[in-house]
T-cell receptor, first 116, second 113 residues
Framework: GDSVTQMEGPVTLSEEAFLTINCTYTATGYPSLFWYVQYPGEGLQLLLK?????DKGSNKGFEATYRKETTSFHLEKGSVQVSDSAVYFC???????????????FGKGTKLTVNP | DAGVTQSPTHLIKTRGQQVTLRCSPK?????VSWYQQALGQGPQFIFQ???????QRGNFPDRFSGHQFPNYSSELNVNALLLGDSALYLC????????????FGQGTRLTVV
């Protein structure tokens, strides 16, 4: 089945540093790609998405570009803030075999801590 | 809009017991998917319900079962609990069998002792 591999954490940065979290995927076809964020004690929130090759998703200063040739969807932010401290999950949406349903396949997550 | 709501938020059960978790989807959504997130791991797909039927199941044993009601809310049942079932259980709602953005609840933290 499809799978997602993302950079192992934890990642610790100082405020205003540049952030990159690597994500690569294995899939048949061309899945939609997502980054989700999970703050302590909370569920998942969609951060950004891209639905086809070369699409760039962006939100709250975060960006990721769907690269079909390298099967990657790396997350970047130019200047992180303390409030960005959270766990980040890369995911793809896979079409299920029955009834055209779709499910999300997640990476293991990368914990980011930003220090003042 | 209330979004996706799950109950309870936390619970502790003993090995061998049974547990029921509940999920109300976002208003207008008709599809509910359940995920298990073990500590330090990404969420793993358990199953999906649409039109009150289980549409697909992930790699989980039959001890995990579910139900969807006519109002689209859903339950996840786990029988004969094992210590390894301790995890955060997340419910996600979407439209039309998973197409479109998935909205997640805050999850139910299950601890099996």
């Amino acid at each position: 089945g499809d799978s997602v591999t993302q950079m192992e954490g934890p990642v610790t940065l100082s405020e205003e540093a540049f952030l990159t979290i690597n994500c690569t995927y294995t899939a048949t076809g061309y899945p939609s790609l997502f980054w989700y964020v999970q703050y302590p004690g909370e569920g998942l929130q969609l951060l950004l998405k891209a639905t086809k090759a070369d699409d760039k998703g962006s939100n709250k200063g975060f960006e990721a570009t769907y690269r079909k040739e390298t099967t990657s969807f790396h997350l970047e932010k130019g200047s992180v803030q303390v409030s960005d401290s959270a766990v980040y999950f890369c995911a793809l949406r896979e079409t299920l075999t029955q009834g055209g349903s779709e499910k999300l396949v997640f990476g293991k997550g990368t914990k980011l801590t930003v220090n003042p | 809009d209330a979004g996706v709501t799950q109950s309870p938020t936390h619970l502790i059960k003993t090995r061998g017991q049974q547990v029921t978790l509940r999920c109300s989807p976002k208003s207008g959504h008709d599809t509910v998917s359940w995920y298990q997130q073990a500590l330090g791991q990404g969420p793993q797909f358990i199953f999906q319900y649409y039109e009150e039927e289980e549409r697909q199941r992930g790699n989980f044993p039959d001890r995990f079962s579910g139900h969807q009601f006519p109002n689209y809310s859903s339950e996840l049942n786990v029988n004969a609990l094992l210590l390894g079932d301790s995890a955060l259980y997340l419910c996600a709602s979407t439209l039309d069998r998973g197409v479109g953005e998935a909205f997640f609840g805050q999850g139910t933290r299950l601890t099996v002792v």
